[in-house]
């Protein structure tokens, strides 16, 4: 497999490590000091792109992308009121972009546990629940995309949150989601349901980026031999 990297960050990086050791090429690796690079007829010699890029310039990397008729792999978040607009294209152009707020497939068996703890807790009384999310102080976007996923699958399972707010709720139907940023602190997740006699906790906390770095390779095999808009519950048959 033929793979462009758009962004050459440190997942890039890690990315570019895991494709070689599974056998792929990295035929471009474009970030912003090769911008002239990025064309389409660069593009066209590829046979996926993975972008880990910056929330700014995401949605104009996929449109390039498409215009080459290549597959996308995406795990840049902070653009998502674009989304439909990419699912469109999938649609009506027959383009493939694989998102995932998070690659990860330990993250991914997590969500699926956020959802089944959710149902379980909406039929108890006395329990509110809130997010907390702890990355590295590069980060641009608060929360991050994986915090907002699982605020999403909390709201659609536990009837008593109708919205999430960053920080601070001001009235019980609002889902907190706490973000903090320090040190290199790859990413912790933590959903907690509190009443007045205890509380309920789930955790997960990434030791390094190699499992997203994974999950996004892993990804990009999956686009191969798949087409349309898909996702990380696609790629691990939930």
Known sequence: MKIALIGYGKMGKEIEKIALKRKHEIIFKFDINNTN????????KTDVAIEFSQPISAYENYMNCFKANIPVVSGTTGWLDKLPDIKQQCKDNNQTFFYA?????????????N???????????GYD?????THHTEKKDAPSGTAITIAEDVISNFDKKQSWVKENAVNNTELAIRSFREGKIPGI??????????????????KS????????VLAAEFTIINKGFLTMNDLLDF
Do not use: C, P
């Not at 959802?115 to 909406?122: E, F, R, S, V």
């Not at 629940?129 to 999310?133: D, G, L, Q």
């Not at 907690?192 to 509380?199: R, W």
């Open 115 to 125: 959802k089944q703890l959710a149902n379980l807790m909406k039929i108890v009384e």
């Open 189 to 206: 997740h933590t959903v907690k349901y509190e009443s007045d006699v205890d509380y309920i906790e789930i955790t997960h906390s990434a």
């Open 101 to 113: 707020s998070n690659f990860s497939v330990g993250v991914n068996l997590f969500f699926k546990l």
């Open 37 to 44: 690079e990025f064309t389409v007829e660069n593009l066209k």
């Open 129 to 133: 629940v809130s997010i907390s999310e």
């Open 209 to 216: 980026r190699k499992g997203f770095a994974l999950g996004a």
